[in-house]
C-alpha cells in the first residue's frame, strides 16, 4: 500500500514581515500518514512558526517571505486556503481560553462542521464521535468556562478532531496543565494515533513524559532542523538536548551521568522501570569504594 | 543549612492562625489554614489547580482578607494595613507581565511602585537603578516594556515588586514560558535575592524547581494544608504527592524504588543522585 | 462574577419555550406601546403587565432585584423631580418662591416615571428566558448577517472572562501600590490607565489568536453554513404572535382612528 506523507517540507524558510532574522532556515521534514512526532525545542526555535505552516495559516493568515514548498497529504498549502486545509489538519493553540468562543461545549464542536455545511444529522453524529473521543461525554450543555484546565485543553482537542482531518497539530498543548494532566493528554493523543491512524504533530519544550508516546523526534534550534530520528536513537546522546537548549528527560540523564561517571558501566535506560531494573542488577556488583560514610 | 547574611531567623513576617476564606460565590477556598514563615526563609507552596494556592498568597499582602482566622504581617495584624501599606513588607508578583505592564518604558514601569508609596522622585530612580542591576536588566532601562520577549518582561515586572524594597517577595509561576536557560537564569538571580536576605515565596506546580531551590514547601490540597516540612522531607512522602496531584521529580521516584542498593531516598536532583553512587560504587 | 453578566435561569415555563422571534417582537411591541401610550391609567396597566411576565419568568430573586433596582430608583426620581421643572397647570398645590407645584405636574411626571419603568423592564422578559444561543439564532434567522451575529455571541462569551482579567489586573496593581479608590477624580481617571492599558493589550491578543482559531475551523468558508440549533415556530409560538401583534394593534388603533384617551 502506497503510504502517503501527512506533511512534506522541502526547503522552506520563512521571514515573518517587519522581523529581521530566519524564523525557519532551510528546513526538510516529513512526516507519515498515522505517525506521532514530536518536535523539541527551546523558546524562538521556530516549533510555532512550523505549526503554523501545516495549516496554511502561515502564509495565508499571518505576513511573511515564504520560501520553499509545503504539501500536506499531497496539497500544496500555498495553493489551498485555510478553510480547504482545515479538513485535512486540525490545530490547536496554546492557550485554551482563546480558541474557546462559544457559550456550550456542543457548539464549540459543532462550529467548525457548520461552517463546511455539514448537513444537520451529521452535526450531532461528529460531536458526539468528538465529545467521545476525547473523553467528554454528556457534558454538551456545559459552559467552557466551567470546566477544568485540562477538559478545556480536550475540549478544543475535539473542536478540531470534528473536522474529520487526518493530521492533528497541537503547539505546546499542555502548557497550562499540571503534570498529571499532561500525561493524560498525551496518552490521549497517542490513543488517536493508535486507534484511529490520525497523525499527530506536537511542539514542544519540556522533554520530560513525551518520548515514550512518539515515533519520531524532531530536534529544531533557531530555525532549523538538528536531528529527525526515532526516541531510541536522540537517547543516546544527551549531547542532542544540549544543542537544542532543551533539559533531557531526568531519567535519561541519570544514565549519562552515571555512565561518564563511573568506569566499567554502560546503563542504556530510559524509564524508571528500565532504571530500576538496571541498578538493581548491575549496582550491587560493582566494586565499592574504599570510603563510605 | 547555610545561614544567609542580613536574615534574622527569628523574625516572624507571616503569621496565620486557623485561617479560612470562602468567596462571594460561597466556594470555600481554604480551612483552617495556620503556618508561620521566618525572614530569609526559601519557601514554595505547591498544588494542584484548585488546591487554593493562589487564595493563600493573595491573603498574605492583603489582597483578599480572611473570611475567618487571623493574620499577623511582620508582627502586626494585617487588618489594620491597607494593600497598599502591606506593599511595602509584602511583594507580589503575578504571573502574567502582561497583567502589569503600561508604561511607555520599563524606568517608568519600575518606579511606579515607589511612586505610588509616595517616594520621591530621587529615592524611585535610586530605587529602580538598583532593581534593575539586581534582575540584569539595566540595559533595558529606557525600551518600551511591549518589546521585550517574556523572559525580559518577565524581569521588569519583578524589578518593579523589588523596586518598593519589601522584605518578602512572592512570586507566582515565575517560569512560566520560560525554556531551560531562561528559566534556570531566572532562579539564580532569585536565589540571589533569598540569599541577600528576603524571603522567597514561590508559587508552582513544578516539582523539579521546588526540589532544585526550595528550602521548605507547604503542600495544599482542596483548601488545606497536607503537609508542610522542609523539601527533602516532602519528597519522600510519595502518597501525599499523588493525592495533590502532583509529581515528585523522576530522580527522587527512582532513588526510593533502589533505596535497598544502600543510597538515601530523598535526592532532589540527577547531580545528588550520580554523586550519592559514585561516591559509593565504581572505582575511578 | 459570571450571575451578573447572565441573566438567563434555566425554567420551563411557557416564556421559556416561546419561539426567541416571538419573544424579541413581544418585546419590541410592548417598548412601543410604552412610547405611544400618554395616559396614566393604560400605561400603569402596561406596566403591570410586565412585571406579571417577570413574575412568571420564575427568574431568581437576585436577578430580579438586580433588574429592578436600579429602575425603580429611576422612576421615583422622576416623580419627585418633575414638578419642579413643569410648572405649567392648575391647581397649584405649593409655592416655595419661584418653584410652583402644580396638581397635574405630578401627574404628568408619575406617567413619565412609568412607561420609564415600562421600557427599562420589558427587555428583562427577553433576557431571563432565553439564552444568549438562541438569541443570537434569533437575530440571525431574522435577518441579522451571520457575521454580526457571531461577533455579538462571542462579545458575550467574553464578557465574564474579559471582567476576571480586569480584575487580575487590578490586583496586580493594588499590589504595587495603587489605590483605586482614593484621591480625586482627576486622581482616580489617571489610575485606571493602568488597568487600561493592559486590558486593551489582553484584548488584542485574544482576538489575534481567535482570529488564527476561527479561520483553522474554516469561518466564512461557505455562505450557505448550517446550523445545529435550529428554532422552529410551532403553532403555539404563532398564536403567542398574534396575541402579541392584537396586544399592540387594539390600543394603537383605538388611540390613533378613535381618539380613545390611551
Known amino acids: ?293 | ?284 | 462574577m459570571k450571575g451578573v453578566f447572565d441573566l438567563y435561569t434555566a425554567r420551563d415555563t411557557f416564556l421559556h419555550r416561546l419561539d426567541p422571534r416571538v419573544k424579541i417582537l413581544a418585546v419590541l411591541f410592548l417598548s412601543l406601546l410604552g412610547f405611544i401610550m400618554t395616559n396614566l391609567i393604560p400605561l400603569f396597566t402596561l406596566l403591570c403587565f410586565i412585571i406579571l411576565l417577570l413574575y412568571l419568568t420564575r427568574s431568581t430573586f437576585s436577578k430580579a432585584y438586580f433588574a429592578l433596582k436600579f429602575v425603580l430608583r429611576l422612576m421615583v426620581l422622576i416623580t419627585v423631580l418633575w414638578p419642579l421643572f413643569d410648572q405649567s397647570g392648575t391647581p397649584v398645590l405649593a409655592a416655595l418662591g419661584p418653584i410652583k407645584i402644580t396638581e397635574p405636574a405630578i401627574w404628568r411626571g408619575l406617567t413619565s416615571a412609568i412607561r420609564i419603568g415600562c421600557l427599562a423592564t420589558v427587555w428583562y422578559i427577553l433576557m431571563f428566558t432565553t439564552t444568549q444561543r438562541d438569541l443570537v439564532r434569533a437575530l440571525v434567522k431574522m435577518g441579522l448577517r451571520y457575521d454580526f451575529g457571531l461577533a455579538l455571541a462571542i462579545s458575550l462569551r467574553f464578557i465574564p472572562t474579559f471582567g476576571f482579567t480586569i480584575e487580575s489586573i487590578k490586583d496586580a496593581q493594588r499590589a504595587r501600590g495603587l489605590e483605586f479608590d482614593k484621591g480625586s477624580i482627576i486622581r482616580r481617571s489617571k489610575n485606571y490607565i493602568a488597568v487600561l492599558i493592559p486590558a486593551v493589550v489582553y484584548a488584542l491578543r485574544t482576538a489575534e489568536t481567535l482570529s488564527l482559531s476561527l479561520q483553522s475551523r474554516a469561518y466564512g468558508a461557505r455562505k450557505d453554513r448550517t446550523y445545529m440549533r435550529e428554532i422552529r415556530m410551532r403553532s403555539s409560538d404563532l398564536v403567542s404572535l398574534v396575541i402579541v401583534v392584537l396586544l399592540f394593534a387594539i390600543p394603537a388603533v383605538a388611540k390613533f382612528v378613535f381618539g380613545a384617551a390611551i
Open chain 2, 1 to 284: 543549612m547555610i545561614p544567609k547574611p542580613g536574615a534574622d531567623r527569628s523574625k516572624r513576617m507571616i503569621e496565620m492562625d486557623n485561617v479560612g476564606f470562602t468567596y462571594e460565590a460561597g466556594v470555600e477556598a481554604l480551612r483552617s489554614v495556620s503556618l508561620k514563615i521566618s525572614s530569609g526563609e526559601f519557601l514554595a507552596i505547591v498544588g494542584g489547580n484548585g488546591s487554593g494556592k493562589t487564595t493563600l498568597a493573595k491573603l498574605m499582602n492583603g489582597l483578599l482578607r480572611p473570611s475567618s482566622g487571623s493574620i499577623k504581617i511582620s508582627g502586626a495584624p494585617a487588618e489594620s494595613q491597607s494593600i497598599a501599606e502591606l506593599s511595602k513588607t509584602v511583594g507580589y508578583c503575578f504571573q502574567n507581565p502582561d497583567h502589569q505592564l503600561f508604561c511607555t518604558s520599563v524606568e517608568d514601569e519600575v518606579m511606579f511602585g515607589p511612586k505610588n508609596l509616595g517616594i520621591g522622585l530621587e529615592e524611585s530612580r535610586e530605587r529602580m537603578e538598583r532593581a534593575l542591576s539586581l534582575m540584569g536588566i539595566f540595559s533595558l532601562k529606557t525600551m518600551s516594556p511591549f518589546s521585550l520577549s517574556l523572559s525580559e518582561r518577565r524581569r521588569v515586572t519583578i524589578a518593579s515588586i523589588l523596586a518598593m524594597t519589601p522584605q518578602v517577595m512572592i512570586l507566582d509561576e515565575p517560569t512560566t514560558g520560560l525554556d531551560a536557560d531562561e528559566s534556570s537564569e531566572l532562579m539564580a538571580l532569585i536565589r540571589k535575592l533569598n540569599a541577600d536576605g528576603r524571603t522567597i515565596i514561590l508559587i508552582t506546580h513544578e516539582m523539579k524547581l521546588v526540589a532544585e531551590h526550595a528550602d521548605r514547601v507547604i503542600i495544599l490540597s482542596d483548601g488545606h494544608i497536607l503537609l508542610d516540612s522542609d523539601v527533602r522531607g516532602a519528597f519522600s512522602d510519595l502518597e501525599i504527592l499523588k493525592a495533590s496531584r502532583l509529581l515528585p521529580p523522576p530522580v527522587t521516584l527512582l532513588a526510593s524504588r533502589i533505596s535497598s542498593i544502600g543510597i538515601s531516598r530523598d535526592l532532589l536532583t540527577s547531580d545528588e543522585f550520580v554523586f550519592e553512587l559514585s561516591r559509593r560504587y565504581g572505582s575511578r
Open chain 1, 1 to 293: 500500500m502506497h503510504r502517503m506523507y501527512a506533511l512534506k517540507m522541502s526547503g522552506v524558510s520563512f521571514v515573518y514581515e517587519g522581523a529581521e532574522g530566519h524564523a525557519l532556515d532551510d528546513i526538510s521534514v516529513s512526516i507519515d500518514e498515522g505517525e506521532f512526532v514530536t518536535v523539541l525545542g527551546a523558546n524562538g526555535a521556530g516549533k510555532t512558526t512550523l505549526a503554523m505552516l501545516s495549516n496554511g495559516l502561515i502564509p495565508h493568515a499571518i505576513k511573511g517571505t515564504l520560501e520553499g514548498s509545503v504539501k500536506v497529504f499531497g496539497y500544496d498549502i500555498s495553493k489551498h486556503t485555510v478553510a480547504q486545509l482545515s479538513t485535512l489538519v486540525g490545530m490547536v493553540f496554546q492557550e485554551p481560553e482563546s480558541q474557546l468562543f462559544c457559550m456550550s461545549v456542543e457548539e464549540e464542536v459543532a462550529f467548525g462542521p457548520e461552517n463546511l455545511a455539514i448537513p444537520r444529522d451529521e452535526l450531532f453524529k461528529r460531536v458526539e464521535w468528538a465529545l467521545d473521543l476525547v473523553g467528554l461525554k454528556g457534558l454538551n450543555e456545559r459552559s467552557p468556562a466551567t470546566l477544568s484546565g485540562g477538559q478545556k485543553q480536550r475540549l478544543a482537542i475535539a473542536a478540531a478532531l470534528a473536522m474529520r482531518p487526518k493530521m492533528l497539530v497541537l503547539d505546546e498543548p499542555a502548557y497550562a496543565l499540571d503534570p498529571v494532566g499532561r500525561i493524560e493528554l498525551y496518552a490521549l493523543l497517542r490513543s488517536l494515533t493508535e486507534k484511529h491512524g490520525m497523525a499527530v504533530l506536537l511542539m514542544d519544550r519540556d522533554s520530560e513524559n513525551i518520548l515514550e508516546f512518539s515515533d519520531k523526534v524532531v530536534l529544531m534550534n533557531s530555525g532549523r532542523i538538528l536531528t529527525v530520528a526515532p526516541p531510541s536513537e536522540i537517547l543516546r546522546d544527551i549531547r542532542n538536548f544540549r544543542a537544542i537548549r532543551v533539559p533531557p528527560p531526568q531519567i535519561f540523564e541519570i544514565a549519562s551521568l552515571l555512565n561518564s561517571r563511573l568506569t566499567g558501566v554502560d546503563f542504556s535506560f530510559t524509564t524508571l522501570d528500565e532504571a530500576e531494573a538496571e541498578l538493581l542488577s548491575r549496582v550491587p556488583s560493582l566494586p565499592r569504594r574504599g570510603d563510605t560514610r
